[in-house]
């Protein structure tokens, strides 16, 4: 039997990508493309790791915000699962410049820019080295890219889900930019973190790992490194866990 490689799923944020701004910051993107490449076309073979990544799209739209600006909830999830596509053209991009083979798979159809979700066929990208990027969420409103998440490692069989945040270095007892009294934590349980209401990913993102046995380690973007670190397997943040 040959070894399997780790494989990962790593949640990036539209916000990260936006740099605090609407639309993409190229430099930031660069960055978080060289930290992916770093990890998937390492020199020793053996060091390598198979990365599939869910792009949120929070630089461009939310629907639900949307919503409670007056418009239709399902329109509204749709400009956001387009706003997904944009973020993972441009990671396509920098991917490609840092030496990393890629595929962009959509759940909305739209094969000119990208190919459809084909789970089998995603695997097989992993297994040949290509980063993996899935865009457009679920292409279902009401859902958020938390939770596509969830869904696409425990479909594609990785080994963990990665979720990168910036300004927040892991799982915390409250939020740490409001509660100067919150504290990170270095392991919980979902059962504990759903019980506590800890809004790290949403509930049904939480649920569908617990459910499903999936680990999620949560950790900060920052410094630089921690996103090539993560990947290949280092604890950072905090591991949440079944
Ligand atoms: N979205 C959706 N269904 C999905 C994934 C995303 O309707 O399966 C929409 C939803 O409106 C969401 C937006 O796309 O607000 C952007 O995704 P998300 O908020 O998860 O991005 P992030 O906060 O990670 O940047």
Same mark, same amino acid.
């Given at each position: 039997?040959?070894?399997?490689?780790r &494989?990962?799923l790593? =949640?990036?944020?539209?916000?990260?990508?936006?740099?605090?701004?609407?639309?993409?910051?190229?430099?930031v993107?660069? %960055?978080? %493309?060289?930290?992916?490449a770093?990890?998937?076309?390492d020199?020793?073979e053996?060091?390598?790791?198979?990365?599939?990544?869910?792009?949120?799209g929070?630089? /461009? /739209?939310?629907?639900?915000e949307?919503?409670?600006?007056?418009?239709d909830?399902? &329109?509204?999830?749709?400009?956001?699962?387009?706003?997904?596509v944009?973020?993972?053209?441009?990671? @396509?991009?920098f991917?490609?410049?840092?030496?990393?083979?890629?595929?962009?798979?959509?759940?909305?159809q739209?094969t000119?820019v990208?190919?459809?979700?084909?789970?089998?066929?995603a695997?097989r990208?992993?297994?040949k080295g290509?980063?993996?990027? /899935?865009?457009a $969420?679920?292409g +279902? #409103?009401y859902?958020?890219?938390?939770?596509?998440s969830? @869904?696409?490692?425990?479909e594609?069989?990785?080994d963990?889900? +990665?979720?990168?945040?910036n300004?927040?270095d892991?799982?915390?007892? %409250? *939020? #740490?930019?409001?509660?100067?009294t %919150?504290? =990170?934590?270095?392991?919980?349980s979902y059962?504990?973190?759903?019980? @506590?209401?800890l =809004?790290?990913? *949403?509930?049904?993102? /939480?649920?569908?790992?617990m459910d499903?046995?999936?680990p999620m380690?949560?950790?900060?973007?920052?410094?630089a490194?921690?996103?090539?670190?993560a990947?290949?397997?280092?604890? +950072? $943040?905090?591991?949440v866990?079944?």
């Open positions: 039997m040959t070894d399997r490689r &494989r990962v790593l =949640k990036l944020s539209g916000e990260a990508f936006g740099g605090g701004s609407l639309g993409v910051n190229p430099d993107v660069s %960055a978080i %493309a060289k930290e992916i770093a990890a998937t076309t020199p020793d053996s060091q390598r790791v198979e990365v599939a990544v869910v792009v949120g929070g630089n /461009f /739209f939310r629907g639900a949307l919503s409670q600006r007056g418009m909830r399902g &329109r509204a999830d749709y400009m956001g699962m387009l706003g997904t944009m973020n993972a053209l441009a990671l @396509q991009d991917l490609e410049q840092a030496g990393a083979a890629t595929r962009v798979q959509s759940a909305i739209m000119q990208a190919e459809p979700y084909i789970p089998l066929r695997e990208h992993l297994e290509r980063v993996v990027i /899935f865009g $969420g679920a +279902l #409103p859902f958020s890219t938390d939770t596509v969830a @869904q696409r490692a425990l594609i069989g990785a963990e889900v +990665l979720v990168a945040k300004g927040v892991g799982v915390y007892t %409250a *939020d #740490p930019r409001v509660d100067p %919150a504290t =990170k934590i270095d392991a919980i059962q504990e973190a759903l019980q @506590q209401g =809004k790290v990913v *949403d509930s049904t993102a /939480f649920s569908l790992c499903n046995r999936m380690h949560v950790f900060g973007m920052e410094p490194g921690n996103v090539t670190a990947v290949r397997g280092e604890r +950072l $943040g905090t591991l866990t079944a």
